[in-house]
């Protein structure tokens, strides 16, 4: 016998009611990953919460929106090779930037299946999106911190050597000085003397940069380190750039590392003439300031030093001017060039409780402002003599 109430049960079973449809769109819903259905136009057919919470659309102000034109408006180029891997393979996964609805850049982990109907024919395409920018941001952090951390064995295995070299540099200049030589020769000799001895200090500067700055410090007189980072920088600049130095008097002192604050100055006066390639003028000036949170968001407020170092170069790109702190980032070709000059300015800078700003113009030069506490102990003594 033909069992008519049998076959209406099993029709029922094969056909989702409207209540299965509900129970399964909210069983969806409650999955954590975005979730989307396009058809074969590209226009988004489903959209789930997962894909509300990761992206910021609502599905009711996507549905029917072209899916890469509402994601993917920055990497359209790419998308004809993942189309034909679909077609040919019936799905791709792999790693993709998308935007949000505020355009913040994304990073997903996505898996693409192609979905047919009973004919075999393909009629829609689901999308599976984790996101995984958090995981890429932190790997892109050790990334870094393994870059250093090589940078620093590097240091390490070279400095005994170089520590070696310079030494008889050293020996042998001392024993130079003691020679009968002419006054032209023996200020060339202090100054290659005095060279050597700074590049010896900026080994141990070098180790630092993994292993930790040396947390001593002392007062010093910004001005003294200004005055000596100068005369190495005109013993080495082309004659075609000119250094101009200028002390405000009654200069604050500071609490600091001598070593570090000169590297510092190295480093900027480096990158200055690196900017300079046809001429032109580095400007060294400090001065005191008084700083609160109105002058600055950054600052602790009370008394400052001011340290500015200019150049009248090329300026910097507003595209990289963010990134020119960052470890290992350098525009320049030459194959000598780490990368770790301004980061280490950046570092010292942290490292005395200070903080940097930059303002940069094309063709009209680059200045950094360097903003480092004065000793309080030193203020305090000169406000009780007053």
Not at 20 to 27: A, G
Not at 57 to 79: C, H, M, S
Not at 84 to 93: D, F, K
Request: net charge negative; with cysteine; proline share 3%.
């Amino acid at each position: 016998m033909f069992n008519r109430a049998a076959m209406i049960s099993d029709t029922e079973e094969s056909k989702p009611t409207a209540d299965q449809f509900e129970m399964q769109s909210l069983l969806l819903d409650q999955v954590q990953l975005a979730l989307i259905v396009r058809d074969l136009e590209d226009r988004i057919c489903f959209w789930n919460k997962g894909a509300e919470r990761l992206y910021g659309w609502r599905a009711d102000e996507v549905t029917g929106e072209n899916v890469y034109e509402l994601l993917f408006p920055r990497e359209l180029q790419d998308i004809e090779e993942k189309e034909r891997v679909l077609a040919e393979t019936g799905e791709w996964a792999g790693e993709l930037r998308q935007v949000t609805k505020t355009q913040t850049t994304i990073v997903v982990e996505s898996r693409w299946k192609l979905r047919r109907d009973e004919s075999g024919n393909p009629k829609s395409v689901l999308m599976v999106n984790k996101d995984i920018t958090h995981t890429r941001k932190l790997e892109g952090e050790l990334l870094r911190a393994q870059h250093i951390q090589t940078a620093g064995g590097l240091a390490t295995s070279i400095a005994h050597d170089l520590n070696n070299v310079l030494s008889a540099m050293l020996i042998s200049m001392r024993a130079l000085s003691q020679e009968q030589i002419d006054p032209a020769h023996r200020d060339a000799l202090k100054v290659s003397q005095l060279c050597v001895e700074q590049a010896a200090q900026l080994i141990t500067q070098l180790l630092s940069l993994t292993k930790g700055f040396d947390q001593e410090t002392r007062s010093i007189d910004l001005g003294d380190v200004i005055w000596k980072a100068a005369k190495i920088l005109r013993s080495t600049f082309p004659q075609s750039i000119t250094i101009d130095v200028a002390v405000r008097p009654h200069l604050h002192f500071i609490a600091g590392n001598t070593t570090q604050l000169c590297q510092l100055l190295l480093n900027l006066g480096l990158n200055a003439r690196d900017a300079m390639p046809g001429g032109g003028t580095l400007m060294i000036e400090a001065s005191n300031a008084v700083l609160d949170k109105i002058a600055s968001p950054e600052a602790v407020p009370g008394e400052y030093v001011l340290l500015s170092v200019a150049d009248t170069g090329d300026g910097i790109p507003a595209d990289i001017a963010a990134r020119i702190f960052e470890p290992f980032f350098t525009t320049k070709n030459e194959s000598g060039n780490t990368g770790l000059g301004l980061f280490a300015v950046a570092e010292i800078v942290k490292n005395h409780k200070g903080f940097i700003n930059l303002s940069t113009e094309p063709k009209r030069g680059t200045r950094f402002l360097v903003y480092l506490p004065a000793d309080k102990r030193v203020v305090e003594a000169a406000f009780r003599r007053r």
